[in-house]
Nanobody, 124 residues
């Protein structure tokens, strides 16, 4: 069982930056690829970014790859999502996730583990 605890969401203004964190724990968690997803009201859950614990591989969804950056701190067992130039359409609940396969290629319904989510609201 892998446990994921997100933090860092909140209310920000358009153009602001925000960093989300996801602390990961559980046996063999380093065998999993990690990712960030989001879900806005009335919309499907959307893949944002993926990273592994070993090596430098990352992947991004088309909607955010120019503004969002995923990275990790192995010593802290933590995954981060840095979000720049936030827009009102970025308003959503943001989820950390883990999967034994490469999470960037995994169907949302097949992802192994999810965090509880953290709300990000972008509004003036």
């Amino acid at each position: 069982q892998v446990q994921l605890v997100e933090s860092g969401g909140g209310l920000v203004q358009p153009g602001d930056s925000l960093r989300l964190s996801c602390v990961v724990s559980g046996p063999d968690y380093s065998d999993y690829s990690m990712g960030w997803f989001r879900q806005a009201p009335g919309k499907e859950r959307e893949f944002l970014a993926a990273v592994g614990w070993i090596g430098g591989a990352t992947s991004y969804g088309n909607a955010v790859k120019e503004r969002f950056t995923i990275y990790r701190d192995n010593a802290k067992s933590t995954i981060y999502l840095r979000m720049n130039n936030l827009k009102p359409e970025d308003t959503a609940v943001y989820y950390c996730a883990a999967d034994r396969a490469w999470i960037g290629a995994q169907a949302v319904s097949e992802v192994d583990y999810w965090g509880q989510g953290t709300q990000v609201t972008v509004s003036s």
